[in-house]
């Protein structure tokens, strides 16, 4: 597994392909992915008092501008 880009405890913008939107929120976990045919690292996000996501490495980002870019 590689190194993680992130660190727990850091606030990041993440796509959330659920509802199509760039959202806020902080990583309380980092793991690797379960299945054989994918070893990308995840990183669990809270973003409010309902939802906690795993989302991959590519979907994240320090500043929002950036991932908006890339998503183009």
């Given at each position: ?11 990041v ?8 939107e ?51």
């Open positions: 597994m590689k190194d993680p880009v992130f660190s727990i405890g850091e606030i913008f993440y796509y959330n392909k659920w509802n199509n760039i959202e806020k929120g902080e990583i309380i976990n980092i793991r690797q992915a379960k299945y054989n045919w994918d070893y990308n690292i995840r990183y669990e996000i809270y973003s409010d008092m309902y939802y906690i996501h795993w989302i991959e490495e590519k979907y994240i980002d320090r500043k929002n501008k950036n991932l908006l870019e890339y998503l183009k």
